[in-house]
C-alpha cells in the first residue's frame, strides 16, 4: 500500500494532445430570426351541421346510415304525421265553411243596400249588415292562416340534407320519439377541410386573422400545407386557457379525415440569434456542434 501510494503522488496527468489542421473558417454573427411556436389540433370539415326538428313525434323512417353521400335537399328521416293530417283536413273544412258564410254575407250586403237605397231600412240596420260581411271576410283569411300553420308544421316531418355532405352520425331510429332542439343527424360537408388548434395566452396576441402558419397532418406523408389563418378566437377555453385558431385547407387530398392530429407552426414575432454556415455544422450521433477557433489558433468541438 506504502509503494502505490508513493507511485501515485509522482503520477502525472496526461493531456490530450493536437494535431495540426487545415480548415476554412467563417463568421459567426448576430441576427433577428423569426420565432415559431408549435399549436396542436385537429381537422374538421368546414362545415357541420346538426339536424334537428321543430316537432315532437314518432319517427317513422330513417332514410339514411352513416358514411353516406347525401345532396341538399335529400330525405333524412320521417316523423309520423298522422295528427296533423287529421288538423290539415280540420282546417281545409274550416276555410269551406268560412267562404259560405262570406258568401251570405255579401247577399245580405247587397240586399240590404238596395233596401237602403229604396229607405226601407235603416242607415244603422245597414252598417250592422256590411260590418258582418267583413266578418266572414276576416274569418276566411283567418281559416286560410290555419292551414297555412298546419302546412308549415307539416313540412318540419320530413327532414331534409340542409348541405350537401357525408352522414357522420346518426342519433336516433325508427321508434323512437324525435324531441324539438335535440339533434337527430350530424352531417359534414364534403371537401372542404380546415384545422383548429390552440393557442398559448402568451402568444395570442402576435397573431391575426391572415397570419401565415404552416399546417403538418403528421399521420399522412408529405401533408404539410402554407395557409393563412381564417379565425382567432379572442375568448380563452375555460379548461386549458388556449384560445382556438383556425385555417381553411383548400386542398383535394382525400386522404385527409376529421379528427386526424394536425401540428400549426405559428411566426409569433422574432428573436435573437447566432448564425453560423450550414457547412460548418457538424452531427455526431445524437450530438450537434460546430469548430470554434480560439485567438491562438486552436479548433475545439
Not at 28 to 52: D, E, K
Not at 80 to 101: M, N, P, T, Y
Request: proline share 3%; net charge positive.
Amino acid at each position: 500500500l506504502f509503494m502505490l501510494a508513493g507511485c501515485g503522488d509522482k503520477a502525472e496527468t496526461a493531456s490530450a494532445q493536437g494535431k495540426d489542421i487545415k480548415a476554412t473558417t467563417g463568421q459567426a454573427r448576430l441576427a433577428s430570426v423569426p420565432r415559431n411556436v408549435t399549436a396542436t389540433g385537429s381537422l374538421q370539415a368546414g362545415t357541420t351541421v346538426m339536424v334537428s326538428t321543430r316537432m315532437m313525434g314518432w319517427v317513422r323512417q330513417v332514410h339514411v346510415t352513416e358514411g353516406q353521400q347525401v345532396a341538399k335537399g335529400d330525405a333524412l328521416l320521417s316523423i309520423d304525421d298522422s295528427d296533423l293530417k287529421a288538423k290539415k283536413a280540420q282546417a281545409e273544412a274550416g276555410i269551406a265553411e268560412a267562404r259560405a258564410v262570406l258568401a251570405n254575407a255579401e247577399k245580405m250586403a247587397a240586399r240590404f243596400e238596395n233596401l237602403y237605397a229604396e229607405k226601407s231600412v235603416s242607415k244603422q240596420q245597414l252598417d250592422d249588415v256590411l260590418t258582418g260581411r267583413d266578418r266572414a271576410a276576416a274569418g276566411v283569411q283567418m281559416a286560410k292562416a290555419g292551414l297555412t300553420e298546419v302546412k308549415v308544421h307539416l313540412s318540419y316531418l320530413d327532414i331534409v340534407a340542409p348541405v350537401a355532405g357525408v352522414v357522420t352520425r346518426k342519433m336516433i331510429e325508427a321508434g323512437n320519439m324525435a324531441n324539438p332542439g335535440l339533434p337527430l343527424v350530424s352531417l359534414e360537408s364534403a371537401g372542404d377541410m380546415k384545422v383548429v388548434a390552440h393557442l398559448g395566452e402568451k402568444d395570442v396576441s402576435a397573431v391575426s386573422v391572415g397570419s401565415q402558419v404552416t399546417v403538418d397532418v403528421t399521420s399522412l406523408s408529405g401533408a404539410t400545407f402554407n395557409v393563412p389563418l381564417t379565425k382567432v378566437v379572442p375568448t380563452a377555453n375555460p379548461g386549458s386557457r388556449t384560445y382556438d385558431i383556425e385555417a381553411a385547407l383548400a386542398t383535394a387530398d382525400a386522404r385527409l379525415k376529421s379528427g386526424m392530429f394536425a401540428r400549426v407552426t405559428v411566426p409569433v414575432g422574432t428573436r435573437e440569434a447566432i448564425l453560423v454556415p450550414h457547412a460548418a455544422v457538424h452531427k455526431r450521433g445524437q450530438l450537434t456542434g460546430v469548430w470554434v477557433v480560439t485567438a491562438d489558433k486552436t479548433a475545439h468541438l
